[in-house]
């Protein structure tokens, strides 16, 4: 991974939120690289302000201070509508509770981000039938969510999230609420994004089983970056 | 996948919500529409009234009559093509609630002025040939059953006693917008029993209807009219038959102020109702919405989801609502002819029916849109799982 330039890099990044009167130090002065093709996971306790990293390197929280480059591009200087046009076409979500809907079909869901691309019915059958296929769910394809396990909901949220082949993946708990069996599925699914797809995924998890699959893992303790607590694998 | 399609199933996501909802716009836009013709309705007279037919009365009031004399010298006023006169009779059949218009007139120039009242030719020969004759309206004929000769009796109110009628002929109107339930018999039966017994009504008119050349030269030859009899013991008032209906309508004016006021409250509740639906839906969803964001999409896509999900839920209630109007007026129409002789559901009605519901469906939107389209993408995620 080492000669490979990082996708994305954080500099001096702070984030707080108000309470009242009073200011909570969320994030603080955190740097980061992450390589091109590398599966990283986020650690830390609860409160610890990883999903808040993850939110900010997805662009969908704004940070106080500090800059993130994802792709050369300073993200943190954009506007709200440069924002959603950026994370449209760069960033695939996976979430804890999938976070499908449930009126759409899985065709549908995994449809949904391409209805921003421009891209004409029959691009966007031949992409979605293709995501699908990457999460062996094309059987599936005109099931509602209700109609799906845990472990194949979140197989259609992966399928929605690497449709527009997005240059980073974020996973925010991914197998939090999947028993041990679909959360291995999905675990095994992500790698192979990784290694077959070459994507560079993010991961925040409190599973030391989900963040043995990373290559790294960061920990996060009180929003700050624990520099001596890295796991490489 | 279209938008649209997300936009219907979202719309229908809580069936009994929606039904609920669609139901309230159902009845109140039955509701404005039937208020809206009642109020129609009212003005029914002032707009079937005609630009070229002005109607001079007693300057004191309809109360007091104007002598027949008049007659000759307005029709030698330039700009007058025909006279003609009436008398408002009053009579009651049976009994005060079975009221309907009724007034004697000269029937040759009085009908020759109407030529929306359609009479076969060979009733109206009977009619004018009956001193005692009368015509009435075809929905009269039919609230009471008359038939042709059949005798009606009418109790005077203004001139006492029985006064018997034979029944000659039956009018309809061209369409309808003429009122069809007026009795009218001739002026010269009333006039003779008058004569007979020395009232001061006799050889006098209630008002007089004059038929002119040109619509736009009315205000002119109403002037002239009135000129002509000024300083006389019965100067005239002549206005046009329009502003002469308004004059009634005016003195009902509260009333129509009242119902108006109410239609637009209905529109106001509904719009409650509506709005309250819209939150309650948007509050729900705002995790959805806050993926939709996540994925890429905007405030106007949220924007669009939202208030085409209204539009969805309210013209669904509007459309059965003005469905409805038609067969409810139609009963209304029935039960209540004494009152409203025309109770046609306009087409002015439903534009404004629909007009109604679109800014229903639009100001309940507002709200959760503008509420959906600021949360922080962050927060709305907090509220999932």
């Given at each position: ?227 001596y607590l890295q796991t490489?694998? | ?237 002549t206005e046009t038959e ?118 229903v469906a639009f100001v ?22």
């Open positions: 991974m080492d000669n490979v330039s990082p996708i994305v890099e954080i500099r001096n990044l702070s984030k707080s939120y108000r309470r009242g009167s009073q200011t909570l130090p969320v994030l603080i002065d955190i740097s980061l690289d992450i390589d091109k093709g590398e599966f990283l996971a986020l650690m830390g306790p609860s409160g610890s302000g990883k999903t808040t990293l993850l939110n900010l390197i997805a662009g969908i929280d704004k940070a106080d201070s500090g800059s993130i480059k994802v792709s050369g591009i300073e993200i943190t200087s954009l506007s709200e509508t440069e924002l959603a046009l950026w994370r449209a076409s760069n960033v695939g979500f996976i979430f804890q509770f999938y976070n499908l809907i449930p009126v759409l079909t899985a065709y549908e869901n995994v449809e949904l981000p391409l209805l921003l691309s421009g891209l004409t019915k029959k691009e966007r059958r031949s992409h979605v039938e293709t995501a699908l296929r990457v999460v062996n769910l094309t059987d599936r394809m005109d099931h509602r969510p209700g109609q799906l396990s845990g472990g194949q909901q979140q197989r259609v949220a992966i399928a929605r999230a690497v449709v527009t082949d997005p240059t980073i993946l974020v996973a925010d708990e991914p197998t939090g609420d999947l028993d041990r069996k679909s959360a291995e599925e999905i675990l095994d699914l992500m790698e192979r994004l990784v290694h077959e797809m070459e994507k560079t995924i993010i991961m925040v998890t409190h599973d030391p089983r989900a963040a043995k699959k990373a290559h790294k893992v960061k920990h996060l303790d009180k929003g700050i970056l624990n520099a490489d694998f | 996948m279209h938008i649209f399609k997300l936009i219907f199933r979202n719309a229908f996501r809580h069936k009994l919500r929606t039904f609920l909802t669609v139901l309230g716009v159902t009845i109140a836009i039955l509701a404005f529409g039937l208020l809206r013709t009642v109020i129609s309705a009212w003005y029914a007279g002032v707009e079937a009234s005609s630009a070229t037919r002005l109607v001079a009365r007693n300057a004191v009031s309809l109360v007091f009559p104007l002598p027949l004399s008049y007659k000759d010298k307005i029709r030698q006023i330039e700009g007058v093509k025909g006279v003609s006169y009436g008398t408002w009779f009053g009579g009651i059949y049976i009994d005060e609630k079975n009221f309907f218009a009724n007034y004697a007139m000269e029937p040759k120039t009085y009908l020759a002025m109407y030529p929306e009242i359609i009479i076969p030719s060979e009733q109206m020969t009977a009619f004018l040939r009956d001193r005692k004759g009368a015509v009435a309206g075809r929905k009269l004929v039919e609230r009471f059953g008359w038939k042709i000769g059949d005798i009606v009796t009418l109790k005077g109110t203004i001139f006492p006693g029985n006064w018997d009628f034979v029944i000659r002929g039956i009018y309809r109107g061209r369409d309808n917008t003429v009122d069809e339930t007026a009795f009218f018999f001739q002026w010269d039966y009333l006039n003779e029993a008058l004569k007979k017994a020395g009232r001061s009504w006799a050889d006098h008119a209630g008002w007089y209807l004059i038929e002119i050349k040109d619509p736009h030269i009315a205000a002119d030859v109403s002037l002239r009219i009135d000129k002509t009899f000024k300083n006389s013991l019965a100067e005239t008032l329009k502003a002469f209906q308004l004059s009634f309508i005016s003195m009902t004016e509260a009333i129509i102020i009242a119902i108006k006021l109410v239609s637009f409250v209905i529109i106001f509740i509904i719009m409650a109702v509506v709005a309250n639906t819209m939150a309650m839906t948007a509050r729900e969803r705002i995790g959805e919405y806050a993926i939709f964001k996540t994925l890429g999409f905007r405030g106007f896509h949220i924007g669009g989801l939202i208030f085409g999900e209204s539009i969805i839920i309210t013209m669904i209630g509007a459309v059965f609502g003005i469905m409805l109007t038609f067969p409810v007026a139609k009963i209304f129409a029935h039960e209540l002819s004494a009152f409203f002789p025309i109770f046609n559901v306009e087409t002015k009605t439903i534009y404004m029916d629909l007009a109604a519901s679109f800014v309940a939107g507002i709200f959760p849109t503008w509420r959906a389209a600021n949360i922080r993408i962050a927060d709305g995620l907090r509220r999932i799982g």
